[in-house]
T-cell receptor, first 114, second 109 residues
């Protein structure tokens, strides 16, 4: 079946613009995660949803970052007033649910802030 | 604090040589550890996890709690093993993965 789908694959934004990144998890997956991967680094956790509930947002770097999953399926990561340091690959992952700990990753969205 | 350390940014070997990618971790609880791999122009995918104790594509990894290590090994490297390898620890309380910085494996003919 289809894997985790992310769009757009690439996004170029001018500093100060707002951006929205979309994630379609694997159908039926309860858990959804967002990670940020800077160049030369491993992915770093941003936030976690179980169905529509955002259970952990401890990794969001500032209040300019906001994520939602209103119907427990598709999720959107929004970054307001983008800064150059926001340039990174944003990865979405999903898993069947708590206790089923394999996370399946999307291809990512590469964000470049000029 | 949870932390995963991969000391080598790049590991370059010849085809047929043994490979060991190092991973050390710090975690106060009982860890669940994974190796993820990213081939060129592909997404991050699970290679293996310590609780399944499998051998995938000839790779194995044993959790050594005394040395807090989870090194990835393969006796005979193949060119198709060239990729970026990430060691990750699951924070089971919060469900999130903590990744190392990755090791690029380059297998030359």
């Amino acid at each position: 079946g289809a894997g985790v789908s992310q769009s757009p694959r690439y996004k170029v934004a001018k500093r100060g613009q707002d951006v929205a990144l979309r994630c379609d998890p694997i159908s039926g997956h309860v858990s959804l995660f967002w990670y940020q991967q800077a160049l030369g680094q491993g992915p770093e956790f941003l936030t976690y949803f179980q169905n529509e509930a955002q259970l952990d947002k401890s990794g969001l770097p500032s209040d300019r970052f906001f994520a939602e999953r209103p119907e427990g399926s598709v999720s959107t990561l929004k970054i307001q007033r983008t800064q150059q340091e926001d340039s990174a690959v944003y990865l979405c992952a999903s898993s069947p649910g708590p206790g089923k700990n394999i996370q399946y990753f999307g291809a990512g969205t590469r964000l470049s802030v000029l | 604090a949870q932390r995963v350390t991969q000391p080598e940014k790049l590991l370059s070997v010849f085809k047929g040589a043994p490979v060991e990618l190092k991973c050390n971790y710090s975690y106060s609880g009982s860890p669940e550890l994974f190796w993820y791999v990213q081939y060129s122009r592909q997404r991050l995918q699970l290679l293996l996890r310590h609780i399944s104790r499998e051998s995938i594509k000839g790779f194995t990894a044993d959790l050594n709690k005394g040395e807090t290590s989870f090194h990835l090994k393969k006796p005979f490297a193949q060119e198709e093993d060239s990729a970026m390898y990430y060691c990750a620890l699951l924070n089971t309380g919060f469900q999130k993965l903590v990744f190392g910085t990755g090791t690029r494996l380059l297998v030359s003919p």
